[in-house]
């Protein structure tokens, strides 16, 4: 099957369990840590399997990279083209009050070494929302498709085929109480900069729903550093690059604080973190004209 037949189907199925389950009982941990270290929920669980399930069936994936696994999977298709690495359920510590959830997804091309550099080896990327509607976004041949999941027919419909960014938005969502932890003091001065400017705030605290406003309505999203998470808290492989080639394709911008996300080099670790900002164009403008004071 191709690599979006099985990602659309994982993305039916998720959201029907999200949909028909008690979502207190979706919330209930279970007495074991995933491989990143977060509490996993065994709704987690569940859309890793659903995941690693379809995607193992596919031809043209060689590796697999999940949030919820210690290691890259290899599958029986060793010299297919492609690593694909996912968060199966972002925000899932959300789910027990019904707050958008999100799966995040990019596909990797190795080169003639078998190797993938950084963020540019990167053919297809994107994710789907499991929130009032399921919809998902993709960014393939430098365009961004935007779809919604219509249960009538039971196919995805396509709502938007070349979305792109305002280069300017009037909202910014970082997890203001970390502040006085920042390690990069640009932040703080920013943030004092679009009060002025009359900016106002949001933070849904899942990665898939607040880079998704920023990417429909502009302006600027997030996660920096701290003293206690000193590379913050969204992890490279299956949060910060798909989010960074989306960004890119639409217009918009990424940054670690100090280059493009996609220019990071791949990690030697699955769950490596990096601090992230997804932005559009004018308030990157502003980022990066605060002084660094830290
Ligand atoms: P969960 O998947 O455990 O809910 O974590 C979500 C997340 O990694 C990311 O989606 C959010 O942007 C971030 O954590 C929220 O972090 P805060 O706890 O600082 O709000």
Redesign the pocket.
């Known amino acids: 099957m191709e690599i979006l037949a099985c990602l659309e189907k994982s993305f039916v199925q998720i959201s029907d369990l999200i949909r028909k389950t008690n979502s207190v009982n979706l919330g209930n941990l279970v007495d074991t840590h995933n491989a990143s270290g ?2 996993v929920k065994t709704i ?1 669980v569940m859309s890793n399997d659903i995941m690693k399930d379809n995607l193992s069936k596919c031809a043209l994936i060689r590796t697999i990279g999940s949030e919820e696994e210690d290691e890259f999977y290899s599958t029986k298709f060793t010299d297919a083209p492609y690593l694909i690495c996912y ?1 199966p ?6 789910i027990d009050v019904n707050i958008t ?1 999100g799966t995040i997804f990019s596909v990797y091309e190795y080169d003639a070494n078998n190797k993938i550099a950084d963020g540019h080896s990167i053919v297809m990327s994107g994710y789907c929302l499991y929130g009032g509607a399921t919809q998902y976004v993709l960014a393939y041949n430098n365009k961004i498709s935007f779809y919604q999941y219509s249960a009538e027919d039971g196919l995805f419909q396509l709502l938007n085929d070349n979305l792109k960014m305002k280069e300017k938005g009037a909202i910014y969502s970082l ?1 203001e ?2 502040k006085k932890a920042w390690t990069d003091a640009r932040f703080n001065q920013l943030i004092e900069t679009f009060i002025e400017q009359k900016y106002t705030t949001r ?1 849904v ?4 729903a ?1 880079a998704h406003r920023t990417l429909i309505k502009g302006g600027f999203f997030a ?1 920096p550093g701290n003293r206690k998470d000193t590379e913050g ?3 490279l492989l299956y ?1 910060a690059y798909p989010f960074a080639h989306i960004f890119h394709h639409a217009g918009g911008v990424s940054s670690n604080g100090v280059c493009s996300i996609l220019d990071v080099p791949f990690p030697a670790k699955i769950h490596q973190k990096t601090p992230i900002v997804l932005c559009s164009k004018y308030e990157h403008d502003l980022f990066v004209n605060m002084s660094m004071q830290v």
């Open positions: 977060d509490d987690d968060d359920l972002d925000g899932s510590s959300n959830t997890n109480s970390n933070w605290g899942s990665l898939v607040d996660y808290k969204i992890r949060e």
